[in-house]
């Protein structure tokens, strides 16, 4: 398992994107027994209108952006799934991871 801290992370959907604003954010990317997976978690959110507009929809299919400390770009389609008691979302990777190989 690979993890980097992210510098900044841009969430789509539809016509729509948002600049994510948070304390922390931490890409881990999995390869093991021949499967690839990937997930964000964000800590420290202070956009309280997104992490809501994700609790209260049934459509939390997104694209995300991402560039990490190092300056490496990677980018892929996810799931954001928000917790607004914790300021708090994971971001569960559908499927290739941009820029990561």
Known sequence: M???ELASLLVRQGSEQWPVSFERARLFVIEQYGTFSWYIELDGMQQDALLRRFAES?????????????GKSLSGDAFF???PQK?????????ELGGYR
């Open 2 to 4: 690979e993890t980097f």
């Open 58 to 70: 049934l459509d939390i299919d997104v694209s995300v952006q991402a560039v990490t400390v190092g």
């Open 81 to 83: 799934h928000p917790n």
């Open 87 to 95: 300021r708090a979302a994971a971001v569960r990777g559908q499927g």
